[in-house]
């Protein structure tokens, strides 16, 4: 389900509403007024690479939804945050002292007689307290009773009272308890998701104290000392309480939380982000690439020898195109028309040929050429620049240079539009004979996960693997004992680097096969898991085409992405990944939304790098950009590690445990780490495939490590009574050593009826 937020229509959907000009000067004036039925919400696609903003009045639409590449969105936001900070900054420049004379608002809790209790200004650090609360609570209630005294329900009820009864709440509480303590809360019961709300209560004590520090609400737990045991930058997407105490020279940290965030990692060199992306075989490109008409694609199957597609003859060429989508009724500049499977017209628009068996009546919007879509004339296929939505029928009108017409290319005002039809608005569940236009649609271009994909370092595979289950094979082995990889066997591996016909196992960079520009990786085959399918290569000897049947074996060929509609049952018989491996030169990475603040370390060379003097980063739309000018260099070894909240957690991950630490003096410790992780699933029967849903696991790990520096004077004099050498510092002598373990229970679902405690797993749903 995409993210959701909501926002005032009447500001930019980057921005948050609020005061118009400088809020921080005129925090009373020009205070805009927003209701709460007045709400504009931005989605996020399942795709991750557009967003939807629509806006509604008492959530009904109010406008027609607006669609934008989410690159523009990092675009907007990014700039709008400037803006901000420029305004903030303008305002404190201009008059430091307005905050704090047009007073926080809200509500003061401060009580002026001070609290007389040792207890309570021992614990807290002093008699005070202040708070500060800011928000609104919305209670509605209602009342129902009926009373009825002529009919009697299923269950003899005569009367019936009900009492309803919902709240909202937004609403921040900061301020002090004593000297100790500091309350920071931000809650609203509307925000789309539970990560957004924020409860810190931070506990500090003097310097004399033992206890010296405790943190309840949203917390986070760095352990620096250990090498085995880690959170890599430290885990801030924790839940619970934490405390620190020292009691000399004895440092301890205790935590007992549950787990919100989910920890990733990102690896770069010489300034190239490395990146792995797989696709199964039944996510082709949908509803991008189509086929003019049937005839281009079987020309689609002849290749030269040097396997380059063959135009087709000069007069079946495409002269003119236009390309029309169905649209909005009430838009003027749309035309009313139908579209058939074939509509052949003479020049007057007068029908030759008109094939009903697939019709589409609407009212269609005209497409631009090369914004919208391009094509090319001498195969007849056109690529749309966005995919065709659901519920979108897609048609063409076209003129050969012959001048056989499709389409009322010619169309004038007044006579009836006709165009020829490529897509129709909802796929069948399969289709319905050969010449349905669901063969005009390509099924054999791969998105590969990137754009602008350099050369170095790019490297395809394709592996056999039918389910979830098994290991991926990247060769067949054939019958008499020899082996071939699926590059080869899928047309993918043909040449050498030297261009010679001998495969090398590496794929072809060919610039019809792999697009790098676009991202895009294309078949020879129309349909290349389908072993039935075959293409034509002419040879030059014999001067003819020779059938080059695809040699997949029939066992392993998978067909339900060309013969159904049906996505689950694409699903259930998928067999073939397509890994790619590749290398971006960026100074800008993607971490994906809602990034968890200061949960990112960013390391070059193994040295930490300074968020805001190395990096900067957005954290709302995990936007990292490294300034510092030695990531790019070739030896350059970049690591980022950070954490992202979590939309929807599915397992509950709690984590106990405590770190010891003896500090003997600035560089020498001795310390021991004892760690509890346990893991909960809503699945009650764990599968023995594994896949994404591990089931429940319960980890108890332990660590000893320590860290000893000396300085050995014996050996400077060592040093110092041999002939010609003479040391300038003093020596120094750095022992360090770490041991720990980890005691996994990675199936803690258990069954009595099977009298093993060890953890049950279901096979094909028996145990």
Same mark, same amino acid.
């Given at each position: 389900?995409?993210?959701?937020?909501?926002?005032?229509?009447?500001?930019?959907?980057?921005?948050e509403a609020g005061a118009t000009g400088l809020t921080r000067l005129y925090g009373g004036l020009g205070q805009?007024?927003?209701?709460?039925?007045?709400?504009?919400?931005?989605?996020?696609?399942?795709?991750?690479?557009?967003?939807?903003?629509?806006?509604?009045?008492?959530?009904?639409?109010?406008?027609?939804?607006?669609?934008?590449?989410?690159?523009?969105?990092?675009?907007?936001?990014?700039?709008?945050?400037?803006?901000?900070?420029?305004?903030?900054?303008?305002?404190?420049?201009?008059?430091?002292?307005?905050?704090?004379?047009?007073?926080?608002?809200g509500l003061d809790v401060d009580i002026p007689v001070p609290i007389k209790s040792r207890a309570f200004a021992?614990?807290?650090?002093?008699?005070?307290?202040?708070?500060?609360?800011?928000?609104?609570?919305?209670?509605?209630?209602?009342?129902?009773?009926?009373?009825?005294?002529?009919?009697?329900?299923?269950?003899?009820?005569? &009367?019936?009272?009900?009492?309803?009864?919902?709240?909202?709440?937004?609403?921040?509480?900061?301020?002090?308890?004593?000297?100790?303590?500091?309350? !920071?809360?931000?809650?609203?019961?509307?925000?789309?998701?539970?990560?957004?709300?924020?409860?810190?209560?931070?506990?500090?004590?003097?310097?004399?104290? +033992?206890?010296?520090?405790?943190?309840?609400? =949203?917390?986070?737990?760095?352990?620096?000392?250990?090498?085995?045991?880690?959170?890599?930058?430290? !885990?801030?997407?924790?839940?619970?309480?934490?405390?620190?105490?020292?009691?000399?020279?004895?440092?301890?940290?205790?935590?007992?939380?549950?787990?919100?965030?989910?920890?990733?990692?990102?690896?770069? &060199?010489?300034?190239?982000?490395?990146? *792995?992306?797989?696709?199964? $075989?039944?996510?082709y490109m949908r509803d991008t690439y189509f086929f003019l008409h049937r005839e281009y694609r079987e020309n689609?199957?002849?290749?030269?020898?040097?396997?380059?597609?063959?135009?087709?003859?000069?007069?079946?060429?495409?002269?003119?195109?236009?390309?029309?989508?169905?649209?909005?009724?009430?838009?003027?500049?749309?035309?009313?028309?139908?579209?058939?499977?074939?509509?052949?017209?003479?020049?007057?628009?007068?029908?030759? %040929?008109?094939?009903?068996?697939?019709?589409?009546?609407?009212?269609?919007?005209?497409?631009?050429?090369?914004?919208?879509?391009?094509?090319?004339?001498?195969?007849?296929?056109?690529?749309?620049?966005?995919?065709?939505?659901?519920?979108?029928?897609?048609?063409?009108?076209?003129?050969?240079? $012959?001048?056989?017409?499709?389409?009322?290319?010619?169309?004038?005002?007044?006579?009836?539009?006709?165009?020829?039809?490529?897509?129709?608005?909802?796929?069948?569940?399969?289709?319905?004979?050969?010449?349905?236009?669901?063969?005009?649609?390509?099924?054999?271009?791969?998105?590969?996960?990137?754009? =602008?994909?350099?050369?170095?370092?790019?490297?395809?595979?394709?592996?056999?693997?039918?389910? &979830?289950?098994?290991?991926?094979?990247?060769?067949?082995?054939? @019958?008499?004992?020899?082996?071939?990889?699926?590059?080869?066997?899928?047309?993918?591996?043909?040449?050498?680097? =030297?261009?010679?016909?001998?495969? $090398?196992?590496?794929?072809?960079?060919?610039?019809?096969?792999?697009?790098?520009?676009?991202?895009?990786?294309?078949?020879?085959?129309?349909?290349?898991?389908?072993?039935?399918?075959?293409?034509?290569?002419?040879?030059?000897?014999?001067?003819?085409?020779?059938?080059?049947? =695809?040699?997949? #074996?029939?066992?392993?060929?998978?067909?339900?992405?060309?013969?159904?509609?049906?996505?689950?049952?694409?699903?259930?018989?998928?067999?073939?990944?397509?890994?790619?491996?590749?290398?971006?030169?960026?100074?800008?990475?993607?971490?994906?939304?809602?990034?968890?603040?200061?949960?990112?370390?960013?390391?070059?060379?193994?040295?930490?790098?300074?968020?805001?003097?190395?990096?900067?980063? *957005?954290?709302?739309?995990?936007?990292?950009?490294?300034?510092?000018?030695?990531?790019?260099? @070739?030896?350059?070894?970049?690591?980022?590690?950070?954490?992202?909240?979590?939309?929807?957690?599915?397992?509950?991950?709690?984590?106990?445990?405590?770190?010891?630490?003896?500090?003997?003096?600035?560089?020498?410790?001795?310390?021991?780490?004892?760690?509890?992780?346990?893991?909960?699933?809503?699945?009650?029967?764990?599968?023995?495939?594994?896949?994404?849903?591990?089931? #429940?696991?319960? !980890?108890?790990?332990?660590?000893?490590?320590?860290?000893?520096?000396?300085? @050995?004077?014996?050996?400077?004099?060592?040093?110092?009574?041999? /002939?010609?050498?003479?040391?300038?510092?003093?020596?120094?002598?750095?022992?360090?050593?770490? +041991?720990?373990?980890?005691?996994?229970? /990675?199936?803690?679902?258990?069954?009595?009826?099977?009298?093993?405690?060890?953890?049950?797993?279901? %096979?094909?749903?028996?145990?």
């Amino acid at each position: 389900m995409p993210a959701v937020r909501t926002y005032d229509p009447r500001v930019s959907p980057f921005d948050e509403a609020g005061a118009t000009g400088l809020t921080r000067l005129y925090g009373g004036l020009g205070q805009r007024w927003r209701p709460s039925s007045l709400q504009r919400k931005v989605a996020v696609d399942s795709t991750g690479q557009y967003i939807t903003i629509r806006e509604e009045l008492f959530e009904q639409p109010i406008r027609a939804p607006y669609k934008a590449p989410i690159q523009l969105y990092y675009a907007e936001r990014l700039r709008n945050n400037e803006f901000k900070l420029w305004q903030s900054a303008l305002a404190k420049s201009l008059s430091p002292g307005a905050e704090a004379r047009t007073g926080r608002g809200g509500l003061d809790v401060d009580i002026p007689v001070p609290i007389k209790s040792r207890a309570f200004a021992q614990i807290f650090g002093g008699s005070s307290v202040g708070l500060n609360v800011q928000g609104d609570i919305q209670i509605d209630g209602g009342f129902r009773k009926e009373n009825r005294t002529e009919q009697r329900t299923a269950f003899n009820y005569g &009367s019936n009272t009900n009492f309803k009864m919902t709240q909202k709440q937004r609403f921040t509480v900061t301020g002090r308890i004593g000297e100790k303590v500091t309350v !920071n809360v931000d809650q609203d019961s509307e925000r789309a998701f539970d990560f957004e709300n924020n409860i810190k209560l931070n506990y500090t004590g003097f310097e004399d104290d +033992i206890l010296k520090k405790v943190e309840a609400g =949203n917390i986070a737990l760095s352990l620096p000392g250990t090498r085995y045991v880690t959170f890599g930058g430290g !885990n801030a997407g924790l839940f619970g309480l934490k405390s620190e105490m020292q009691l000399g020279n004895l440092f301890v940290t205790a935590i007992a939380s549950q787990e919100k965030g989910e920890s990733k990692k990102l690896s770069a &060199s010489g300034g190239a982000q490395a990146k *792995d992306y797989n696709v199964r $075989d039944l996510n082709y490109m949908r509803d991008t690439y189509f086929f003019l008409h049937r005839e281009y694609r079987e020309n689609f199957r002849y290749y030269s020898e040097k396997w380059r597609h063959l135009a087709v003859p000069t007069g079946r060429q495409i002269r003119r195109l236009e390309v029309y989508v169905t649209g909005r009724l009430d838009d003027p500049k749309n035309i009313p028309g139908d579209a058939y499977r074939e509509a052949l017209l003479d020049a007057e628009g007068n029908v030759l %040929v008109l094939d009903e068996r697939e019709r589409v009546s609407g009212s269609f919007r005209k497409l631009v050429p090369e914004q919208d879509y391009r094509y090319e004339p001498t195969l007849g296929y056109i690529r749309l620049t966005q995919r065709a939505q659901e519920g979108e029928a897609l048609a063409v009108a076209y003129e050969t240079n $012959d001048g056989e017409i499709h389409g009322d290319i010619n169309f004038v005002t007044g006579r009836p539009f006709r165009l020829k039809l490529l897509r129709e608005r909802t796929t069948l569940p399969a289709p319905r004979d050969l010449d349905d236009t669901w063969h005009l649609e390509w099924k054999n271009v791969y998105d590969l996960g990137s754009r =602008n994909i350099p050369e170095e370092g790019l490297d395809i595979r394709v592996y056999f693997q039918p389910g &979830s289950a098994g290991t991926p094979e990247e060769t067949l082995i054939l @019958p008499g004992g020899g082996q071939i990889s699926y590059l080869n066997i899928f047309g993918l591996d043909e040449t050498n680097v =030297n261009g010679e016909r001998r495969p $090398d196992n590496q794929i072809d960079l060919d610039g019809f096969v792999v697009n790098r520009g676009a991202g895009e990786l294309t078949f020879p085959f129309l349909r290349p898991f389908d072993a039935r399918d075959s293409v034509f290569v002419f040879d030059q000897a014999s001067q003819s085409f020779q059938v080059f049947k =695809n040699p997949l #074996p029939l066992d392993k060929q998978v067909t339900a992405m060309y013969d159904t509609a049906s996505y689950s049952e694409q699903q259930r018989l998928t067999k073939f990944i397509i890994e790619v491996k590749s290398q971006n030169k960026t100074s800008t990475y993607q971490l994906g939304f809602n990034v968890i603040e200061g949960s990112e370390e960013v390391s070059l060379r193994g040295n930490r790098l300074v968020r805001d003097t190395d990096y900067v980063i *957005d954290y709302f739309s995990g936007t990292l950009t490294v300034t510092n000018p030695e990531a790019n260099k @070739p030896d350059a070894q970049l690591e980022i590690t950070y954490q992202n909240n979590q939309l929807f957690q599915l397992e509950k991950k709690s984590i106990l445990g405590s770190r010891a630490e003896f500090r003997i003096n600035k560089d020498s410790f001795i310390g021991g780490t004892l760690l509890y992780l346990s893991e909960r699933s809503l699945e009650q029967r764990v599968r023995l495939s594994g896949g994404e849903d591990r089931g #429940p696991m319960k !980890n108890l790990v332990w660590d000893f490590n320590t860290r000893l520096q000396f300085q @050995p004077n014996f050996l400077s004099r060592a040093l110092d009574a041999l /002939p010609i050498i003479a040391t300038q510092q003093a020596s120094t002598l750095n022992l360090e050593g770490e +041991i720990a373990q980890i005691i996994p229970n /990675p199936n803690a679902l258990n069954n009595k009826e099977t009298g093993d405690p060890n953890g049950v797993a279901y %096979v094909d749903d028996f145990e």
